[in-house]
């Protein structure tokens, strides 16, 4: 049932929604276990690459996945910068820790994941429902820097997911200064830097062993 205050246009919208998603949730919904193979169990972080190219259309179709994922009040503060031209990725290499250079440097492409300290700029249109959205993080540093973090980091965990849904792989990583990233690539706005991930075909090659997991007994309860 729409709410009272809706307008015509919004509840058909609503229904369109609700129908949409009875529809893919009849039946076994579950992704089978290619799937989840995919996505999950033998993925991989990279340490390697194929000299094989990431076309724009798929980092355009990347996005467009990536942002359907549920974020506080639809805030949606990540600010992704793929860095795709070798100019761009020199300009990247000093900030890199070591160890990190070489994958870095091969990466097809390379992420970097930021959010937005100002996301609360754009709530009038993310959620207009809630007029006062904007004035509640914009009175309160603390909790827009928190809500900026933890929500652009689960846009980066999105996008991850995303690219292996597409076939690509990634190798995320959190070795460089962050405080240079930001000064070479956002200076002037209110984005802040969070981690970096390379995008591309993976090289097995270059993988090693996966390493041991904690068990559900150890991460886990149930109360």
């Known amino acids: 049932m729409a709410q009272p205050d809706m307008t015509e246009e919004q509840a058909k919208q609503v229904e369109e929604a609700r129908e949409r998603f009875t529809t893919l949730k009849a039946g076994d919904p579950r992704l089978d276990e290619d799937g989840v193979r995919l996505l999950f169990s033998e993925a991989r972080s990279q340490n390697g690459w194929q000299d094989r190219p990431v076309n724009e259309a798929t980092l355009h ?55 937005d300290a100002r996301f609360y700029d754009k709530l009038d249109t993310l959620f207009a429902h809630a007029t006062d959205a904007p004035a509640m993080f914009a ?31 990634c190798g995320p990583m ?13 200076a002037g706005t209110s984005t802040k830097s969070n981690f970096l991930c390379g995008l591309g075909y993976g090289n097995p090659e270059k993988l090693f062993q996966r390493l041991p997991r904690l068990t559900f007994e150890e991460a886990c309860s149930i109360a």
């Open 139 to 169: 009175g309160n540093e603390e909790l827009a820097a928190v809500t900026a973090f933890r929500n652009g980091t689960l846009q980066g965990a999105y996008l991850m997911i995303a690219a292996r849904a597409l076939g690509l792989d």
């Open 61 to 115: 179709e990347l996005y467009e996945i990536t942002r359907m994922g549920p974020t506080s009040m639809n805030s949606c503060p990540a600010r992704i910068l793929f860095l795709c031209s070798d100019e761009a990725k020199r300009k990247l290499k000093p900030t890199l820790m070591p160890a990190n250079v070489d994958k870095v440097m091969a990466a097809p492409v390379v992420a970097v994941i930021g959010h």
């Open 174 to 186: 959190s070795g460089f200064d962050n405080a240079a990233v930001d000064d070479i690539f956002f």
